[in-house]
């Protein structure tokens, strides 16, 4: 029996992640419960994609627990992820969204309606004929994001959403986060792009060389951070 079926919490339990030797997370805490996004923040390397695609249910922790609404089976019900460089279908735009409409259990009599409100969530309406690949970085971000909300989910993962889009087109992506957010999808997002944090996450989850060093609401993070590791990073010194 699986019981009633929600993504939320999250919990990661003492993960630690290794391959090859290398410890890539080092007993890892971490609840991930409903309400604005979350951010994971950390130099480069620190395992924040690795979080996330354990999170998705791609990787299983080498030891510790990872669970979804206290279940540990990592099918995703409700769940979906987004990277930084998405692959789009070699479909049109609207295609790719019917596809993962269709993926997602969508009945056919509703698909090109939710098509047509998707692609306006994500200010896409007059680009629903163009071939997906021949989109810009920045409408293709989008059209992922919209592919991704597609599949109705309640936990929302984004890897560097906006890394390489200008100002303008991580603007248009924030605003479909937000909204998404409103409406009560859990988001939880890596991002290098601190303003982005606080313009978009109630609480920030800090890590540095696979382990977790602090999470605290967004405000009091950027305030007053207290690990050592957390005030380097937002000094702007080099962490490892
Ligand atoms: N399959 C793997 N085999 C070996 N090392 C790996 C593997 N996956 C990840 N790593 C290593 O684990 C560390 C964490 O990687 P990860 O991609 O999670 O970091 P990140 O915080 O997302 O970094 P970035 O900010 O650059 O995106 C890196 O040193 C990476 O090289
Ligand atoms: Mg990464």
Redesign the pocket.
């Known amino acids: 029996m699986r019981g009633p079926v929600s993504e939320l919490p999250l919990v990661f339990e003492a993960v630690c992640y290794a391959?090859?030797g290398?410890q890539?997370l080092r007993s890892l805490d971490l609840t991930i419960a409903p309400g604005a996004p979350s951010a994971i923040i950390?130099?480069?390397?620190?395992?924040?994609?690795?979080?996330l695609r354990m999170a998705m249910g791609l990787l299983a922790p080498t030891s510790g627990r990872v669970t979804w609404g206290g279940q540990t089976d990592p099918a995703p019900r409700r769940r979906a992820i987004l990277f930084?460089r998405p692959v789009m279908l070699r479909r049109t735009a609207a295609g790719n969204i019917a596809y993962a409409l269709r993926q997602a259990g969508c009945p056919s009599a509703r698909v090109a309606g939710r098509v047509e409100e998707l692609l306006a969530q994500a200010g896409l309406s007059g680009l629903a004929s163009r071939p997906a690949r021949r989109l810009s970085g920045g409408e293709q971000q989008r059209l992922a994001l919209a592919r991704a909300l597609a599949r109705d989910p309640e936990l929302l993962l984004l890897?560097?959403p906006t890394a390489n889009l200008d100002p303008a087109a991580t603007r248009a992506v924030e605003d479909i986060v937000r909204i998404a957010a409103q409406s009560g999808v859990k988001i939880l997002m890596?991002s290098?792009d601190l303003g982005q944090v606080r313009r978009l996450a109630g609480d920030v989850r800090f890590?540095s060389a696979?382990a977790m060093h602090e999470s605290a609401p967004a405000a009091e993070f950027f305030q007053s951070a207290k690990s050592p590791e957390a005030q380097a990073f937002l000094r702007g010194d080099i962490v490892t």
């Open positions: 391959v090859g290398t890539i950390g130099p480069n390397g620190s395992g924040k994609t690795t979080l930084q890897d560097e890596a290098h890590m696979g």
